[in-house]
C-alpha cells in the first residue's frame, strides 16, 4: 500500500508540474521583472503607505494593505503601465482594500495608541490625532488625496471609485468639518 | 469666490506642498474665508503628513519575494483545482458504478443466470475492478489532501 501510495504520489507531482508550468510561466510573460518592480515601487510605495497610515492609523494594517495592492497590481495589470497610469491604479487598489476591511472589520475608528513621535510641535499632534479620529475615514481620506497628494477632483474620483461630481460636496463637507474641529485652537492663535 | 468655494484653492493647495507662494497669494488667503480654511485644514494635514514620514514601508526587495511566494502559491492552487475535480468525480464515479452495477449482479446470481459476469471468473473481475476505481479514488483523495495541506502550511 505504502509503495502504490509512493507511485501516486512521484504520479501526482509530475501531473500537478506539468499542470503549474504553463499557469507560472503565462503569468510571468505577463509581468514585471524584479528591477522593473523596484523602480515601480520606489516611486510610488512611500506615498501609499503614507496614505494607508493616516487613514488607518495603523503601521501593520498599511504593510498589509501595501503588499496585497501591489499584489493585486501584478497578477491584475501588465508591466507595461506607464508610471503615471500605475500611481493612481494603486491608489485606486489600495482605497478598495481599505473600504473591504471597514466593511468586513468596521476598523473604521482611528487608534488612539497611534504613535506620532516625529511630531516636533505637541499641539499639532494633538491637533492631528483629534481630528483624524474624529473624521469618518471616507473624510480622512479625501482630506488626504487633495491636500496631501494635490490630487484633482477627477484624480481623486479615479482612486477612490466616487464620481467626480460628488466629490466636491464631499471634499468640501470634510473640510468644513475638520476646520469646524480645529476652530478652538484657531481662534486661540 | 463665493462663501464656502474659492477658485484659487488648488493654487493654495500647490503652494503649501511646495512651499512657494506666488505673489498676492497670501493676502487672498488673509481675505478670502474658503482660502483661510482650507490653507488650516491642509496644513495640518501637511503635518500629519511628516509626522508619519519614518515610517517607511518595507524594503521592495523583501515586498517582491513575499509577492513571487504568493504567486507561486496562487499557481499551485489553480492547478490543484483540476486535481480536486478529479478526485472527486472519481469518487462519483465510484458510488455510482457500485449503486448500479452492484444490485443488477446480486439479482442475476440470485436468478441463477449463468451469465459469464456471473460465473466465478467474472465476479473476480467486477469485483477487481471496483477495487481498483476504489483505491484511485483513495490516492486522488489522499494526494488532494496532502497538497492542501503543504500549501496552507
Known sequence: ?189 | MTGNVCEREPLVIAALRSGEWPAGLEEHVAACPACAETKRVAQLFHQAHVASAPLQPQPANIVWQKLQARRRQLAIRRATQCMTLMCVLAALYAVAFVAWYLPDLWNRQLASDLTPLSSGVGLAGVLTAIFAVLLGSCCFAYLGSRTDFRLRS
Not at chain 1, 501609499?48 to 492609523?57: D, E, K, L, N
Not at chain 1, 501593520?60 to 500611481?87: G, I, N, S, W
Not at chain 1, 499641539?123 to 483624524?132: G, Y
Request: proline share 4%.
Open chain 1, 1 to 189: 500500500m505504502e509503495a502504490i501510495l509512493h507511485f501516486a504520489e512521484l504520479a501526482g507531482r509530475s501531473v500537478l508540474g506539468a499542470a503549474i508550468a504553463p499557469v507560472a510561466a503565462g503569468r510571468e510573460a505577463s509581468s514585471m521583472d524584479e528591477q522593473s518592480f523596484h523602480s515601480l515601487y520606489a516611486a510610488t510605495a512611500r506615498p501609499i503607505h503614507s496614505y494607508v497610515v493616516a487613514v488607518t492609523g495603523s503601521r501593520d494594517t498599511a504593510d498589509d494593505v501595501l503588499q496585497e495592492t501591489y499584489f493585486r497590481f501584478l497578477t491584475r495589470r501588465a508591466a507595461a503601465m506607464p508610471l503615471e497610469e500605475a500611481r493612481p491604479y494603486l491608489f485606486r487598489i489600495a482605497s478598495n482594500l481599505l473600504r473591504d476591511r471597514w466593511r468586513s472589520r468596521r476598523e473604521e475608528q482611528w487608534p488612539e495608541n497611534f504613535e506620532q513621535q516625529h511630531c516636533a510641535d505637541l499641539n499639532a499632534q494633538l491637533d492631528i490625532r483629534r481630528i483624524m479620529q474624529a473624521l469618518k475615514p471616507k473624510e480622512r481620506l479625501l482630506l488626504w488625496l487633495a491636500y496631501v497628494e494635490g490630487m484633482t477632483h477627477t484624480e481623486i474620483a479615479a482612486a477612490t471609485g466616487l464620481t467626480a461630481l460628488s466629490v466636491r460636496p464631499l471634499l468640501f463637507r470634510a473640510r468644513r468639518k475638520a476646520a469646524a474641529l480645529l476652530q478652538p485652537e484657531g481662534k486661540n492663535q
